[in-house]
């Protein structure tokens, strides 16, 4: 899971008062002046977004991604005392300019990025790749990412799907949440408490405390949310708003700080640097989080803003330098652009170095700053200049005087950068040109696993997709398991009709048994082949439940309402394979570690005896198969496109599956048998996306229907080379 900041959230204007009324505006000759910044803050915007870039491009620090959490408390800091000094200046809140200025300083840098995002993506990306894309850009438009990236990573068939070259949008979309209430709820407590407490000083006190309750509430859903779906905690508005609340309560109490002695200030800010820094590499992925481990870069970055309300840092020159100005300046466009262009890169050319990376994304990022983001910012767009058509002509005139040759130099940057890229796109299509490996034509061979060895080697040598492949990549991709026969009877819900989830003849003197989660699914489809290719001698039932591994342990899976489904859909399995007595139950569960429900760590060795303990309740020793699935592939969302080559999408065996085969096969000796997935899913270690005409899997875990069933032949022969069938 990737681990962005919105807009980035800190990106809020500072020192620049909104000044006309809410019930009768004003003429404004000219755009509200600027009043000094303070470097410390920008300084911390250097150091998140350094720390945010290299977690995605270089996974380290492992905690990189808590500068998201610096960047809410910082915009909730700034945003809130904007709102205070306007109502303390003019008696009101103008909601129109507050929104106006949002949408100059987010909008331009922000569509900017989803369009070219969504133009590259047409032409880089596969088909379904791109839709997608496209669709993440719409909701993105509309400040909802957060809660359509939630839906996916909670919908099990897309949890597998490549990172969205957008998904950083998801938390510009909380922060953006956060403030379409928040200058509203400011409105109305201000002006309740100045009619009400006849004191600004007493609004800011109701203000504060209204915000310790919205933390404490937030917090505590965090806190829960993080327990139990932390994949949906880590988007959700409502584990995050505590965090710019953090930052809103600062401003409200900002009065209270200058009593703090300077030296104590001085020590309030290194203390917080120091603590972000160590946040940095003490936390990781595997701790909770939002709730409670963001309260370590929350209170860390709360001692820095607290450390220089009343003056500027004098001391504290990692973050008041005039380098980490400048990076806390670009801040906002180094975020927006280092994921696209990070994803972009890695898929065209997966051996691109770092330093290439990281220099492009600088690159992009200097001129969207100075072409796009700071000119449109500081223009006298949406600006309101009452009756007056020359002050607004006035004003016009001077932002392109100002502006002008900035827009020139950066343009001709672009010019540049475009060019690089166009070239370097030329040589990656011109070298992905070769001609495929010829397939093997087929022999007559008994052992079927022959020829699937030699389109298997064929495919895993091969520099070019095959015109011919049924179903395309981009179908097996778009459909995942949509077409699966037996999909009803993985689904979540109650246990489905075993009858309906039988294959072959009803009268068939033979039962055979396939269950498990969605690797069993993935295999439903050779097994339908196997009975009704059995002439009458064999009924298949294949039954189980995607996310859940049929083990007597629980592992703790995300996807929606199978923990729920989990428990009663193995206890139905097991009583009716204890009353139907088969003549064979195959087993197959994902090669993956797990945790239980609270977070315990699982390994290899542990689920592979938990799976026997739960084959232990069919009563069915002697009649056990376990039946590995594929080592895992590669994300075909991501490698495979029209600039790519198939070597892209050849992977080895993963360690993982090497430990769980190891760990099953020596179950052989206690009454059940072990097969390997290794013929018909990789040759000599290679596992490439497709075999003969066939793509083999539509995402790095699951086989495609089509060539589940393309391999009945050879999991019929498995079977019978041990005596089973």
């Not at 997966?350 to 220099?359: F, R, W």
Request: glycine share 8%; net charge neutral.
């Amino acid at each position: 899971m990737t681990h962005p900041s919105g807009k980035l959230p800190g990106h809020s204007e500072p020192g620049r008062p909104v000044t006309s009324t809410l019930k009768t505006e004003r003429p404004a000759p000219a755009p509200p002046r600027e009043t000094t910044v303070r470097r410390d803050i920008q300084g911390l915007r250097a150091v998140a977004i350094v720390a945010v870039v290299l977690n995605h491009v270089i996974m380290w620090p492992t905690g990189g991604f808590i500068g998201v959490d610096i960047f809410f408390v910082i915009s909730g800091f700034l945003i809130t005392g904007i709102l205070l000094r306007d109502h303390e200046t003019t008696g009101t809140i103008s909601l129109r300019r507050f929104y106006a200025r949002r949408i100059r300083r987010i909008a331009p840098a922000a569509v900017t990025v989803l369009v070219a995002t969504a133009v590259l993506a047409h032409f880089l990306f596969n088909t379904t790749r791109a839709l997608s894309t496209l669709w993440d850009a719409a909701w993105a438009f509309v400040f909802a990412a957060n809660w359509h990236f939630t839906a996916i990573g909670t919908d099990y068939f897309h949890a597998t799907d490549p990172a969205s070259p957008l998904q950083p949008y998801w938390s510009l979309s909380v922060e953006e949440q956060f403030y379409l209430v928040w200058p509203i709820v400011v409105l109305l407590v201000l002006t309740v408490g100045a009619k009400r407490l006849r004191s600004a000083r007493r609004g800011r006190v109701v203000l504060g405390l209204v915000m310790v309750v919205v933390i404490v509430v937030s917090f505590c859903h965090a806190l829960g949310e993080s327990a139990t779906t932390p994949s949906a905690a880590y988007l959700s508005t409502f584990s995050r708003v505590w965090e710019l609340g953090v930052g809103a309560l600062l401003a409200a109490a900002a009065p209270v700080f200058p009593r703090i002695p300077v030296a104590l200030r001085g020590l309030l800010g290194w203390a917080g640097l120091l603590g972000i820094l160590a946040g940095f590499f003490l936390i990781d992925d595997a701790l909770a989080f939002p709730g409670p481990w963001a309260a370590v870069p929350v209170a860390a970055t709360a001692l820095v803003i607290i450390g220089g309300i009343t003056g500027p840092q004098h001391y504290l020159f990692p973050l008041t330098n005039p380098l980490s100005v400048w990076i806390g300046d670009l801040s906002y466009s180094l975020y927006l652009w280092h994921f696209p262009v990070m994803v972009f890169l890695l898929m065209a050319d997966p051996t691109l170095s770092v330093q290439v990376i990281l220099g492009m994304i600088l690159a992009l990022s200097i001129v969207s700053y100075y072409l796009i983001e700071q000119p449109l910012h500081r223009s006298p767009w949406l600006h309101r200049f009452g009756d007056s058509a020359e002050s607004s002509r006035l004003a016009w005139r001077t932002w392109r005087e100002k502006f002008g040759s900035q827009f020139i130099l950066a343009g001709l940057s672009l010019f540049v950068i475009a060019t690089v890229i166009g070239v370097s796109a030329q040589v990656t299509l011109h070298g992905t040109s070769s001609p495929a490996a010829p397939i093997a034509a087929p022999g007559p061979v008994e052992d079927p696993t022959a020829q699937l060895q030699a389109d298997l080697g064929a495919a895993a040598s091969s520099t070019e997709w095959p015109g011919n492949l049924s179903p395309t990549l981009d179908d097996a991709i778009a459909t995942t398991s949509k077409n699966n026969p037996a999909r009803g009877c993985f689904d979540v819900g109650s246990t489905p009709s075993f009858d309906g989830c039988t294959w072959g003849s009803s009268d068939a003197p033979n039962h055979m048994y396939l269950v498990g989660d969605s690797t069993a699914l993935a295999y439903a489809p050779a097994f339908k082949v196997i009975a009704e290719g059995s002439n009458g001698q064999w009924k298949i039932t294949t039954i189980g439940l995607y996310g859940c591994r049929f083990t007597a342990v629980p592992v703790q899976n995300d996807g929606a309402g199978v923990m729920d489904a989990c428990p009663q859909r193995k206890q139905d399995v097991a009583q009716r394979i204890v009353a139907d007595n088969p003549r064979l139950v195959v087993i197959s569960n994902a090669y993956a570690l797990g945790k239980t429900p609270d977070r315990t760590a699982l390994s290899a060795e542990t689920l592979v005896a938990s799976t026997a303990a739960e084959a232990a309740v069919y009563n069915a020793a002697g009649r056990i198969v376990y039946l590995a699935p594929p080592p895992l592939g590669a994300s075909l969302g991501q490698c495979y496109s029209p600039v790519s080559s198939p070597q892209n999408c050849n992977t080895g065996i993963d360690q993982a599956w090497q430990d769980f085969a190891a760990a099953t096969s020596a179950l052989n000796g206690s009454g059940s048998f072990f097969v390997s997935s290794l013929p018909f899913s990789c040759y000599n270690g290679a596992c490439p996306a497709f075999a003969g005409t066939i793509p083999t899997k539509y995402d790095t875990v699951h086989m495609t229907p089509a060539y589940s069933t393309h391999i009945a032949p050879a999991i019929r022969f498995a079977l019978g080379a041990l005596g089973l069938m």
